[in-house]
T-cell receptor, first 113, second 116 residues
């Protein structure tokens, strides 16, 4: 069974600085999707970024970018120029095709003003 | 963008009663909907996968007679917590996806259930 591991229960960063959230996963598949979701205090799940495993290029969405290391099964999220609104729980997730989305344990990110 | 509406946002019920939570895709047809449960400070745990017109597929350990799921149309899935008990108190979140396997999941706002 696929598993997703986020080894950092909590992280904090100074406003305007850069922070990287770690995620590793375990799968025997070669074609799959990886996601980072943000869950602010409102509890709404918001898709931050997604990566197709067949793409070698790392996905980027404005201040958010990933470091996808397929061989190492690593999928970290880098947030640049951190803003107070980035404070939230961040979940890494894995999905193969139409199968279910498997979430990591989450990392609580605090932004210090 | 695709919007998933979940109702109610919060509900308080007495032990022994049943509660129904609705999940609607407002501007797209969702062939598949997923129901998650989230305990405080924990991750989302998938409870069941609901496909329109067929029986839901429950994850191991989830009581299908306790958590009734109905996906009668391409825009509506319901989760009914039957004979609720205080341990059923939790945050329930639905998500929906169109038939295209490449499409992302769209999440509802969640429902906070408190059983007294």
């Amino acid at each position: 069974a696929q598993t997703v591991t986020q080894s950092q229960p909590e992280m904090s960063v100074q406003e305007a600085e850069t922070v990287t959230l770690s995620c590793t996963y375990d799968t025997s598949e070669s074609d799959y999707y990886l996601f980072w979701y943000k869950q602010p205090p409102s509890r709404q799940m918001i898709l931050v970024i997604r990566q197709e495993a067949y793409k070698q290029q790392n996905a980027t969405e404005n201040r958010f970018s990933v470091n996808f290391q397929k061989a190492a099964k690593s999928f970290s999220l880098k947030i640049s120029d951190s803003q107070l609104g980035d404070a939230a729980m961040y979940f890494c997730a894995y999905r193969r095709g139409a199968q279910k989305l498997v979430f990591g344990q989450g990392t609580r990110l605090t932004i210090n003003p | 963008g695709a919007v998933v509406s979940q109702h109610p946002s919060w509900v308080i019920c007495k032990s022994g009663t049943s509660v129904k939570i609705e999940c609607r895709s407002l501007d797209f047809q969702a062939t598949t909907m997923f129901w998650y449960r989230q305990f405080p400070k924990q991750s989302l745990m998938l409870m069941a996968t609901s496909n329109e017109g067929s029986k839901a597929t429950y994850e191991q350990g989830v009581e299908k007679d306790k958590f009734l799921i109905n996906h009668a149309s391409l825009t509506l899935s319901t989760l009914t917590v039957t004979s609720a008990h205080p341990e059923d108190s939790s945050f329930y979140i639905c998500s929906a996806r169109v038939s295209d396997t490449n499409s992302p999941l769209h999440f509802g706002n969640g429902t906070r259930l408190t059983v007294t």
